[in-house]
């Protein structure tokens, strides 16, 4: 039995980019999970600039956890409790304090 390539997973990404895309049915989905997009960026941008001004002493992967946690907050403020957005917040917080 052969092992699939390493970048085998890559090459099939790569595959299903070349696929048309209906972006009008995959932001409606995500506006399901995420929000409406010009309230949710904006929330997040709000939460960021608190970061932004207090982050002078943190690595930039401190900064860029946090940053993607801001994300998953106004998602979660203006979408839904999905559970994956919790568990990205779990995640990003494990990755901010050196992964």
Do not use: F
Request: charged share 30%.
């Amino acid at each position: 039995m052969s092992e699939e390539s390493p970048i085998a997973p890559l090459m099939k990404a790569a595959k299903k980019l070349d696929e048309k895309v209906d972006v009008h049915a995959l932001t409606g989905e995500r506006r399901e999970t995420h929000g409406d997009w010009i309230q949710q960026s904006a929330d997040a941008q709000r939460l960021k600039a608190i970061i932004y001004e207090r982050c002078g002493n943190l690595q930039p992967y401190e900064i860029e956890a946090l940053d993607m946690i801001c994300v998953k907050i106004s998602r979660i403020l203006n979408g839904s409790r999905h559970p994956d957005h919790w568990r990205d917040i779990q995640g990003y917080a494990h990755l901010g304090m050196g992964g």
